[in-house]
């Protein structure tokens, strides 16, 4: 089962494609591949975020996690009386 493309995050390039796909011009698909990620990079950038989340909580002390809590809370509660 070949996985679909994902939908491109430019409004003028999706719609593009769409025409592209409406008239059968696959030309179009050469934008998609602009947006692939490298492998490489990616693979980095979660090895960081691994190591880096626990470093940064053993270095907080106490009332700094406790304030980084409260501001969350705040901030659900903010978000959750709008809607």
Do not use: Y
């Not at 390039?13 to 050469?30: F, H, I, N, P």
């Not at 591949?33 to 270095?59: C, F, M, S, W, Y």
Request: aromatic letters at 2%; hydrophobic letters at 35%.
């Amino acid at each position: 089962m070949s996985k679909s493309p994902k939908r491109p995050r430019d409004l003028n390039q999706w719609a593009k494609r769409m025409v592209d796909l409406a008239t059968g011009d696959e030309s179009g698909a050469g934008i998609l591949d602009e947006q692939k990620k490298n492998t490489a990079a990616v693979a980095r950038g979660h090895l960081g975020g691994i190591k880096g989340g626990p470093i940064r909580a053993a270095r907080l002390t106490a009332g700094e996690r406790s304030e980084i809590a409260r501001s969350a809370a705040r901030t659900r509660w903010k978000d959750h009386q709008k809607s």
